[in-house]
């Protein structure tokens, strides 16, 4: 057999990249949701810089192969388990329903512990600190962190919309990241945590007001 036969014959037998091989085992991602957390606990306990891909999978009971199959680096997996943070208490097939904009917008505030709200502050420094160093992950920070609110945002802008409250001239895209900006730049830049005070003061006196709808006085 001549060179030119074993070139074309690897060829054939090697899987393309556009076509999926039915070899090899189907990657299990049952476990994800646990790797995540574990990554989050670490990543505010150490701050990137300290962390490592193997801390989190001591944390996590999982092989450091495994996370490497799933996350190609430290920054990703960062990036995931932010998003995950952000996204556990937004359920988009059961949002409320009361009937105002703002009734709607205050029943998404869900109650935090004194602890979550720490940990929270402290994840939020260690992505500071790996945007610093990756800046390349910017616009994947800002789908984790701001895309998850400003989506459910639209939704119920959409929703006054459609109910006659506010106009249709309205800006839903550029008005549903105001708040989730906002509480971004308060936790990444100030260091402050978002409270429930604080996110119906972006309410009331910036979202509300951007779409003519007058708050009620305190």
């Known amino acids: 057999m001549t060179q030119l036969d074993l070139t074309q014959n690897e060829a054939a037998t090697e899987p393309s990249d556009d076509v999926p091989t039915k070899l090899g085992r189907k990657r299990d991602h049952t ?44 920054g990703e997996l960062v990036i995931d388990a932010v998003a995950c943070m952000k996204s556990v208490d937004l359920d988009l097939a059961n949002l409320p329903d009361t009937g105002t904009l703002r009734g709607d917008l205050i029943a998404m505030i869900k109650p935090h512990t004194i602890e979550d709200g720490e940990k929270k502050l402290q994840v939020m420094a260690g992505l500071m600190s790996m945007l610093s160093r990756a800046p390349e992950l910017a616009d994947a920070a800002n789908a984790a962190i701001v895309e998850p609110r400003a989506r459910v945002n639209r939704i119920l802008l959409r929703r006054a919309v459609e109910r006659g409250e506010i106009s249709a001239d309205c800006d839903i895209d550029a008005l549903s990241v105001l708040t989730p900006s906002m509480a971004a730049y308060r936790t990444l830049i100030q260091r402050k945590p978002v409270d429930r005070d604080f996110l119906i003061s972006l309410i009331d006196g910036v979202l509300l007001p951007a779409v003519g709808i007058t708050p009620p006085r305190p």
């Open 31 to 74: 476990r994800d949701p646990e790797i995540l957390e574990a990554a989050l606990d670490v990543l505010a306990e150490t701050g990137y810089d300290g962390m490592t891909i193997e801390m989190v999978a001591n944390r996590a009971k999982a092989g450091k192969a495994t996370l490497y199959r799933r996350w190609a680096s430290k």
